[in-house]
């Protein structure tokens, strides 16, 4: 069976950073692609980026370009995100999810999520 | 960028109704069009994607269908199971945008 599990999430002021995991299991990790989607409190989902399967291309949503970093180390079947200068709209469930390889940007494995809060 | 639009952003309906959720593109995207449920604390489920196939696994009773800007995700018998917030994404381009949802409800 797939998996994929977050985790890092934290309690962090604003202007800091955090590093969240995505660890795959169950799957060949270098041959998937996977993205990073959040969800704010009472709001709707928010894609956040994506990384192909070898890592060469990575893309971002507005919101966080140049703030945060997508990577994976396909060793360790686990994908990054690097997130600095962190805003208290930042402030959201994270969630990790794997492409299927359908044709498309969909996504068909995803984590139980893992909570970033920003806040003094 | 490709903005998403949903209608309605709520629903209200009783089990064995059908259901029709709308999805609208800013720009002609082709099929290039994912639907998901989203229930509270769970982490969102794949039911279609390229507009009109099933994910495996998801019952027969949901449906997808649309090209270009317009869409729809049908729901034939709703079932009790089936109460959760349903968002649309684009596939076409990047970035990746969802629609802002849309709730059904008792």
């Known amino acids: 069976e797939v998996q994929v599990l977050e985790s890092g999430g934290d309690l962090v002021q604003p202007g800091g950073s955090l590093r969240l995991s995505c660890v795959a299991s169950?799957?060949?990790?270098?041959?998937?692609?996977m993205t990073w989607v959040r969800q704010a409190p009472g709001k709707g989902l928010e894609w956040v980026s994506f990384?192909?399967?070898?890592?060469?291309?990575?893309y971002y949503a507005h919101s966080v370009r140049g703030r945060f970093t997508i990577s994976r180390d396909n060793s360790r079947n686990t994908m990054y995100l690097q997130m600095n200068s962190l805003r208290a709209e930042d402030t959201a469930i994270y969630y990790c999810?794997?492409?299927?390889?359908?044709?498309?940007?969909?996504?068909?494995?995803w984590g139980p999520g893992t909570k970033v809060t920003v806040s003094s | 960028d490709i903005e998403m639009t949903q209608f309605p952003s709520s629903v209200s309906a009783s089990v064995g109704d059908k259901v029709t959720i709308t999805c609208r593109a800013s720009?002609?995207?082709?099929?290039?069009l994912v639907w998901y449920q989203k229930k509270p604390g769970k982490a969102p489920k794949l039911l279609i994607y390229?507009?009109?196939n099933l994910q495996s696994g998801v019952p027969l009773r949901f449906s997808g269908s649309g090209s270009g800007t317009d869409f729809t995700l049908t729901i034939s018998s709703l079932q009790p199971e089936d109460f959760a917030t349903y968002f649309c994404?684009?596939?076409?381009?990047?970035?990746?945008?969802f629609g802002p949802g849309t709730t059904v409800d008792i």
């Open positions: 999810a794997k492409d299927p390889f359908y044709g498309l940007e969909a996504f068909d494995v």
């Open positions: 720009l002609g995207i082709g099929t290039d």
């Open positions: 169950g799957l060949n990790f270098a041959g998937y692609a």
């Open positions: 994404q684009q596939a076409n381009s990047f970035p990746l945008t």
């Open positions: 990384i192909r399967g070898d890592g060469v291309n990575t």
């Open positions: 390229a507009a009109s």
